[in-house]
């Protein structure tokens, strides 16, 4: 749980700069502007550090008396009609990593749905609040996979630092739920996007995607049933490959294009703090479909020529000894 602490440490006592950052997600959250980082009233900071030092001290899970003295700091905050909603979200923040913790799953989906719904958090602690949310529906018993599947996405959409991870859970997910063409599509970005990083993908997200990929690619490539089974097997590699590729060229161009107006807006703007990360990959989704339709359609007309080719010379070899 070091981690974790640290995560804490650096949410909750983030620089007091004020930067305006819109917050892009499925609900009506996605009308509100957040900030990137507010400040603590006074008398609630030096509750919040002391918290920090319990846990820091304490490590997770803690002795029973240190937990308790966390709730009690907590509680005055949270039902103190004095302290304002921001302080609030990260007293709510910090309970629902008590609770995690301890392996108190659903007060933790209580605790961070309470960070998530305040109209002051800031924008960091609020999107790994929904990223946690995630995870903690997959770990309830049972799984609440619709909700997992709502705070992935709500995630990937406004978060401005993703990682392959967040694609391979996305997939995940998407495979729990039975949803094979969207577990195979996200866990491909999960892929491509690791390769770009020059680490080896998830043995998880790999036994995911050849099973779905399977199923999924079969359908794709059910027109090559009449050149027999090699023919299919060419076919679906081929698309997988495909797809890996499409994924990463439509990354590397899109890197490229945004570093360059990033560079632009910095030069004309100090101040800019837009997500570079975050914009390339939402362009990446917008754009995968295309350059993947693209490809398919190449793909086709190399298929057509193949199939055209293997029946022109059965039809020449009609009646000759020589074939």
């Known amino acids: 749980m070091g981690i974790m602490k640290k995560l804490l440490a650096l949410l909750l006592l983030s620089p007091l700069a004020y930067v305006d950052i819109l917050a892009e997600g499925e609900n009506a959250s996605s009308n509100i502007e957040y900030k990137k980082a507010r400040g603590l009233q006074a008398k609630n900071a030096k509750k919040m550090s002391k918290v920090y030092e319990i846990i820091d001290s304490k490590g997770c899970p803690m002795p029973f008396s240190s937990r308790s003295n966390i709730s009690s700091i907590l509680d005055q905050i949270v039902k103190s009609s004095k302290s304002k909603e921001y302080d609030k979200s990260v007293a709510w923040n910090a309970y629902g990593y008590l609770y995690f913790c301890h392996g108190e799953y659903t007060n933790a989906i209580t605790a961070y749905t309470n960070v998530v719904n305040n109209l002051k958090v800031t924008y960091p602690i609020r999107n790994a609040a929904l990223k946690t949310l995630a995870n903690l529906h997959l770990v309830i018993e049972p799984m609440n996979l619709d909700q997992a599947d709502y705070f992935i996405t709500s995630y ?4 401005p630092t993703l990682v392959p991870d967040d694609f391979g859970l996305q997939g995940m ?10 577990a195979y599509e996200s866990l ?14 998830k043995k ?7 099973s779905s990929s399977k199923i999924y690619l079969e359908e794709r490539c059910s027109h090559m049933n009449e050149l027999g089974n090699e ?11 495909e797809d890996i590729l ?16 990033l560079a632009m807006e910095t030069n004309s703007s100090p101040s800019n703090d837009k997500c570079l990360l975050c914009e390339i990959l939402k362009e990446a989704i917008i754009a995968y479909p295309e350059a993947k339709a ?11 020529a193949y199939i055209k080719g293997q029946n022109d010379a059965r039809a020449s070899c009609r009646g000759s000894t020589s074939c």
């Open 156 to 159: 990937i959409n406004a978060s």
């Open 173 to 182: 997910i998407y495979a729990y739920k039975g949803n094979t063409v969207n």
């Open 188 to 201: 491909v970005k999960a892929i491509a996007f690791a390769e770009l990083e020059l680490f080896t993908p």
């Open 204 to 210: 998880s997200w790999e036994d995911v995607y050849q």
């Open 231 to 241: 023919a299919l097997t060419e076919c679906m590699d081929n698309k997988k490959a």
């Open 246 to 261: 499409i994924a990463k060229e439509a990354m590397k161009i899109l890197i490229k294009e945004s570093s360059q107006s």
């Open 294 to 304: 693209k490809a398919e359609r190449e793909a086709a007309i190399r298929r057509n």
